[in-house]
Protein backbone atom coordinates (compact mmCIF):
# COMPACT_ATOMS: atom_id res chain seq x y z
CA UNK A 1 0.00 0.00 0.00
CA UNK A 2 1.48 3.29 -0.90
CA UNK A 3 0.73 5.86 2.12
CA UNK A 4 -0.77 9.45 1.26
CA UNK A 5 -0.85 12.38 3.37
CA UNK A 6 -3.00 15.10 1.37
CA UNK A 7 -2.41 18.70 3.76
CA UNK A 8 -5.63 20.67 3.01
CA UNK A 9 -7.88 17.92 1.93
CA UNK A 10 -10.83 19.83 3.16
CA UNK A 11 -10.01 22.16 -0.01
CA UNK A 12 -10.87 22.42 -3.73
CA UNK A 13 -7.67 19.97 -5.05
CA UNK A 14 -7.49 18.91 -1.82
CA UNK A 15 -11.51 17.03 -2.06
CA UNK A 16 -10.68 16.19 -5.48
CA UNK A 17 -7.21 14.49 -4.68
CA UNK A 18 -9.58 12.09 -2.30
CA UNK A 19 -12.14 11.46 -4.61
CA UNK A 20 -9.53 10.25 -7.31
CA UNK A 21 -6.91 8.15 -5.10
CA UNK A 22 -10.00 6.35 -3.47
CA UNK A 23 -10.89 4.93 -6.82
CA UNK A 24 -8.25 2.97 -6.02
CA UNK A 25 -8.77 1.99 -2.25
CA UNK A 26 -6.08 -1.19 -3.00
CA UNK A 27 -3.39 0.98 -4.33
CA UNK A 28 -3.23 4.37 -1.68
CA UNK A 29 -4.17 4.47 2.36
CA UNK A 30 -5.33 7.99 2.34
CA UNK A 31 -4.99 10.48 5.29
CA UNK A 32 -6.19 14.28 4.85
CA UNK A 33 -4.89 16.76 7.22
CA UNK A 34 -7.19 19.37 7.75
CA UNK A 35 -8.57 22.20 10.08
CA UNK A 36 -11.89 22.00 11.39
CA UNK A 37 -14.51 19.07 10.64
CA UNK A 38 -14.05 16.29 7.69
CA UNK A 39 -15.89 18.54 4.73
CA UNK A 40 -15.37 15.50 1.53
CA UNK A 41 -18.40 14.17 2.45
CA UNK A 42 -16.43 10.86 2.35
CA UNK A 43 -15.54 8.14 5.06
CA UNK A 44 -13.42 5.79 3.35
CA UNK A 45 -9.79 6.96 4.29
CA UNK A 46 -8.16 8.69 8.11
CA UNK A 47 -9.00 12.20 8.79
CA UNK A 48 -6.80 13.94 10.74
CA UNK A 49 -8.43 16.83 12.52
CA UNK A 50 -5.30 19.38 12.79
CA UNK A 51 -3.69 22.65 12.44
CA UNK A 52 -0.54 22.29 10.48
CA UNK A 53 0.65 25.52 11.36
CA UNK A 54 1.41 24.04 14.70
CA UNK A 55 5.31 22.62 14.32
CA UNK A 56 5.25 19.97 16.75
CA UNK A 57 1.90 18.23 16.31
CA UNK A 58 2.58 18.63 12.32
CA UNK A 59 5.77 16.84 12.80
CA UNK A 60 4.82 13.75 14.71
CA UNK A 61 1.87 13.13 12.82
CA UNK A 62 3.59 12.70 10.04
CA UNK A 63 6.91 10.55 11.61
CA UNK A 64 4.05 8.34 12.96
CA UNK A 65 2.15 7.86 9.64
CA UNK A 66 5.10 7.53 7.58
CA UNK A 67 3.82 8.41 4.41
CA UNK A 68 5.26 7.49 0.86
CA UNK A 69 3.71 10.74 -0.33
CA UNK A 70 2.77 13.99 1.19
CA UNK A 71 0.80 16.54 -1.38
CA UNK A 72 0.92 19.97 -0.27
CA UNK A 73 -2.46 21.43 -1.01
CA UNK A 74 -2.62 23.93 1.81
CA UNK A 75 -1.88 27.04 0.93
CA UNK A 76 -2.65 30.97 1.81
CA UNK A 77 -3.87 32.12 -2.19
CA UNK A 78 -5.82 35.13 -1.40
CA UNK A 79 -3.02 37.63 -2.91
CA UNK A 80 -4.73 41.03 -1.20
CA UNK A 81 -4.89 39.10 2.36
CA UNK A 82 -1.25 37.87 1.79
CA UNK A 83 -0.04 41.56 1.15
CA UNK A 84 -1.97 42.75 3.95
CA UNK A 85 -1.18 39.75 6.27
CA UNK A 86 2.62 38.99 5.35
CA UNK A 87 3.52 37.23 8.53
CA UNK A 88 0.29 34.35 7.70
CA UNK A 89 1.10 34.32 4.51
CA UNK A 90 4.84 33.52 5.26
CA UNK A 91 2.96 30.78 8.17
CA UNK A 92 1.59 28.84 5.78
CA UNK A 93 2.69 29.64 2.17
CA UNK A 94 7.12 29.05 3.55
CA UNK A 95 7.23 27.86 6.85
CA UNK A 96 4.69 25.16 7.04
CA UNK A 97 6.90 24.12 3.51
CA UNK A 98 10.40 24.00 5.12
CA UNK A 99 8.53 21.67 8.21
CA UNK A 100 7.25 19.48 5.43
CA UNK A 101 10.28 19.03 3.80
CA UNK A 102 12.52 18.67 7.03
CA UNK A 103 10.17 15.41 7.83
CA UNK A 104 9.95 14.62 4.38
CA UNK A 105 13.72 13.94 4.35
CA UNK A 106 13.77 12.14 7.97
CA UNK A 107 10.41 9.78 6.46
CA UNK A 108 11.98 9.47 3.30
CA UNK A 109 8.59 10.70 1.41
CA UNK A 110 8.26 12.39 -1.82
CA UNK A 111 6.86 15.91 -1.48
CA UNK A 112 4.53 17.26 -3.97
CA UNK A 113 3.93 20.54 -3.88
CA UNK A 114 1.55 23.17 -5.47
CA UNK A 115 2.58 26.59 -6.55
CA UNK A 116 1.70 29.23 -9.09
CA UNK A 117 1.79 31.65 -12.16
CA UNK A 118 1.88 34.59 -10.17
CA UNK A 119 5.64 33.73 -9.51
CA UNK A 120 5.79 35.38 -13.09
CA UNK A 121 5.57 38.94 -13.78
CA UNK A 122 3.28 39.03 -16.12
CA UNK A 123 5.55 40.72 -19.22
CA UNK A 124 6.20 37.89 -21.67
CA UNK A 125 3.33 35.13 -20.73
CA UNK A 126 3.36 31.62 -21.86
CA UNK A 127 6.18 30.57 -19.33
CA UNK A 128 8.73 27.76 -19.38
CA UNK A 129 9.42 26.06 -16.34
CA UNK A 130 12.92 27.29 -16.33
CA UNK A 131 11.80 31.21 -16.87
CA UNK A 132 13.42 33.37 -14.15
CA UNK A 133 10.56 34.54 -11.81
CA UNK A 134 10.35 38.22 -10.46
CA UNK A 135 7.22 38.42 -8.33
CA UNK A 136 4.98 41.19 -8.55
CA UNK A 137 3.06 40.65 -5.39
CA UNK A 138 3.50 39.10 -1.54
CA UNK A 139 1.81 35.95 -2.40
CA UNK A 140 3.60 35.47 -5.54
CA UNK A 141 6.95 35.75 -3.21
CA UNK A 142 5.48 33.37 -0.62
CA UNK A 143 5.13 30.67 -3.47
CA UNK A 144 8.53 31.42 -5.06
CA UNK A 145 10.57 30.81 -1.52
CA UNK A 146 8.43 27.65 -0.81
CA UNK A 147 9.71 26.59 -3.88
CA UNK A 148 13.25 27.97 -3.72
CA UNK A 149 13.58 26.11 -0.31
CA UNK A 150 12.65 22.24 -1.62
CA UNK A 151 14.98 23.16 -4.57
CA UNK A 152 17.86 23.82 -1.95
CA UNK A 153 16.51 20.60 0.31
CA UNK A 154 18.09 17.78 -1.84
CA UNK A 155 14.57 16.05 -1.32
CA UNK A 156 12.87 13.99 -3.59
CA UNK A 157 10.07 16.61 -4.50
CA UNK A 158 7.98 17.54 -7.28
CA UNK A 159 6.31 21.31 -7.62
CA UNK A 160 3.17 22.13 -9.74
CA UNK A 161 2.76 25.21 -10.74
CA UNK A 162 -1.14 25.84 -11.86
CA UNK A 163 -3.21 28.66 -12.75
CA UNK A 164 -6.92 29.93 -11.50
CA UNK A 165 -7.99 26.80 -10.08
CA UNK A 166 -11.81 25.74 -10.43
CA UNK A 167 -14.15 23.07 -9.84
CA UNK A 168 -16.71 21.83 -7.49
CA UNK A 169 -16.42 19.39 -4.73
CA UNK A 170 -18.68 18.24 -1.86
CA UNK A 171 -18.69 21.12 0.69
CA UNK A 172 -16.97 24.25 -0.41
CA UNK A 173 -15.71 27.03 1.57
CA UNK A 174 -15.17 29.49 -1.38
CA UNK A 175 -15.87 29.71 -4.93
CA UNK A 176 -14.21 30.49 -7.97
CA UNK A 177 -14.33 31.86 -11.36
CA UNK A 178 -16.20 29.77 -13.16
CA UNK A 179 -18.77 28.95 -10.08
CA UNK A 180 -18.94 32.79 -9.23
CA UNK A 181 -19.97 34.16 -12.84
CA UNK A 182 -22.08 31.24 -13.57
CA UNK A 183 -24.18 32.19 -10.04
CA UNK A 184 -23.86 35.65 -10.80
CA UNK A 185 -25.57 35.57 -14.54
CA UNK A 186 -28.22 33.04 -13.14
CA UNK A 187 -29.12 35.55 -10.69
CA UNK A 188 -29.49 37.96 -14.18
CA UNK A 189 -26.52 39.89 -12.12
CA UNK A 190 -24.53 42.62 -14.55
CA UNK A 191 -20.83 41.97 -13.35
CA UNK A 192 -17.36 43.99 -14.07
CA UNK A 193 -14.85 41.88 -15.69
CA UNK A 194 -11.02 42.78 -16.37
CA UNK A 195 -10.02 42.45 -19.99
CA UNK A 196 -6.48 43.33 -20.13
CA UNK A 197 -5.50 40.49 -17.82
CA UNK A 198 -4.79 37.38 -19.54
CA UNK A 199 -4.59 33.52 -18.17
CA UNK A 200 -4.98 29.66 -18.83
CA UNK A 201 -7.07 28.76 -15.92
CA UNK A 202 -7.06 24.82 -14.42
CA UNK A 203 -10.06 22.34 -14.15
CA UNK A 204 -9.25 21.05 -10.77
CA UNK A 205 -9.68 17.13 -11.96
CA UNK A 206 -6.77 17.96 -14.26
CA UNK A 207 -4.84 19.87 -11.52
CA UNK A 208 -5.40 16.16 -9.19
CA UNK A 209 -4.66 13.48 -12.13
CA UNK A 210 -1.48 15.63 -12.35
CA UNK A 211 -0.42 14.94 -8.77
CA UNK A 212 -1.35 11.20 -9.16
CA UNK A 213 0.60 11.06 -12.30
CA UNK A 214 4.01 12.58 -10.79
CA UNK A 215 3.45 10.35 -8.01
CA UNK A 216 3.13 7.44 -9.92
CA UNK A 217 6.37 8.33 -12.36
CA UNK A 218 7.94 9.62 -9.38
CA UNK A 219 8.35 12.98 -11.04
CA UNK A 220 11.02 15.17 -9.86
CA UNK A 221 11.28 18.79 -10.50
CA UNK A 222 8.75 21.36 -11.59
CA UNK A 223 5.94 21.16 -14.15
CA UNK A 224 3.36 23.30 -15.63
CA UNK A 225 -0.59 22.18 -15.35
CA UNK A 226 -3.12 24.19 -16.88
CA UNK A 227 -5.08 24.50 -19.78
CA UNK A 228 -3.73 25.08 -22.72
CA UNK A 229 -5.23 28.42 -24.24
CA UNK A 230 -4.59 31.72 -23.67
CA UNK A 231 -7.69 33.86 -22.62
CA UNK A 232 -8.60 37.32 -21.00
CA UNK A 233 -10.45 37.01 -18.04
CA UNK A 234 -13.54 38.65 -19.99
CA UNK A 235 -13.21 36.20 -22.55
CA UNK A 236 -13.24 33.67 -19.75
CA UNK A 237 -16.22 34.51 -18.33
CA UNK A 238 -17.70 34.82 -21.94
CA UNK A 239 -17.07 31.27 -22.14
CA UNK A 240 -18.61 30.37 -18.98
CA UNK A 241 -21.99 32.15 -19.93
CA UNK A 242 -21.79 30.26 -23.70
CA UNK A 243 -21.41 27.49 -21.63
CA UNK A 244 -23.99 27.59 -19.52
CA UNK A 245 -26.44 29.18 -22.03
CA UNK A 246 -26.43 32.31 -20.16
CA UNK A 247 -26.76 35.88 -21.44
CA UNK A 248 -23.25 37.42 -22.48
CA UNK A 249 -24.26 41.01 -22.15
CA UNK A 250 -24.33 41.39 -18.61
CA UNK A 251 -20.72 40.79 -18.59
CA UNK A 252 -19.29 44.10 -18.63
CA UNK A 253 -15.27 44.52 -19.54
CA UNK A 254 -12.94 47.05 -17.21
CA UNK A 255 -9.42 47.52 -17.24
CA UNK A 256 -7.12 46.70 -14.28
CA UNK A 257 -6.34 50.31 -12.91
CA UNK A 258 -9.81 50.78 -12.25
CA UNK A 259 -9.74 48.42 -9.77
CA UNK A 260 -7.39 49.66 -7.07
CA UNK A 261 -6.49 45.68 -5.81
CA UNK A 262 -4.29 45.90 -3.13
CA UNK A 263 -1.50 43.71 -4.68
CA UNK A 264 -0.02 43.93 -8.33
CA UNK A 265 -1.19 41.21 -10.82
CA UNK A 266 0.65 40.11 -13.55
CA UNK A 267 -0.70 41.22 -16.97
CA UNK A 268 0.16 37.87 -19.13
CA UNK A 269 0.61 34.46 -17.63
CA UNK A 270 0.31 31.09 -19.35
CA UNK A 271 2.17 27.88 -19.80
CA UNK A 272 4.41 26.30 -22.18
CA UNK A 273 2.99 22.60 -21.23
CA UNK A 274 5.94 20.85 -23.66
CA UNK A 275 8.07 19.67 -20.73
CA UNK A 276 4.57 18.43 -19.13
CA UNK A 277 3.53 16.59 -22.19
CA UNK A 278 6.70 15.13 -22.84
CA UNK A 279 7.62 13.96 -19.37
CA UNK A 280 4.17 13.14 -17.39
CA UNK A 281 2.58 12.28 -20.71
CA UNK A 282 0.04 14.91 -19.81
CA UNK A 283 -1.94 16.92 -22.64
CA UNK A 284 -4.20 19.67 -21.13
CA UNK A 285 -7.23 20.81 -22.98
CA UNK A 286 -8.61 24.09 -23.64
CA UNK A 287 -10.58 25.96 -21.51
CA UNK A 288 -13.74 24.82 -23.54
CA UNK A 289 -13.19 21.37 -23.52
CA UNK A 290 -12.53 21.75 -20.09
CA UNK A 291 -15.85 23.60 -19.46
CA UNK A 292 -17.99 21.00 -20.79
CA UNK A 293 -16.72 18.14 -19.22
CA UNK A 294 -16.97 20.33 -15.77
CA UNK A 295 -20.50 20.62 -16.55
CA UNK A 296 -21.25 17.18 -17.01
CA UNK A 297 -20.41 16.62 -13.51
CA UNK A 298 -22.68 19.44 -12.45
CA UNK A 299 -26.14 17.54 -14.45
Known amino acids: MIKVVITGSNGLLGQSLLNLLLQEKEKYKVFGFSRGENRSGREDFTYVKIDITEEKKLKSKLQEIKANF ?43 HLSTDFIFDGVKGNYKETDVANPLSYYGLSKLKSEELLIKSKNDFTILRTILVYGKV ?58 NTLLSVFEISQQIAEAFNLDKSLIKPISTATLNQTAPRPVKTGFDLSKTNKELNFYPKSFKEDLQKFKETLI
Not at 73 to 79: G, H, L, P, S
Open 70 to 112: IINTAAMTQVDDCENNKENCDLLNVTVVKWLAEVSKEINAHLI
Open 170 to 227: FDMSRSNIVLWVKQMLEDKKEITIVDDQYRTPTYVEDLALACKISMDKKAKGIYHIAS
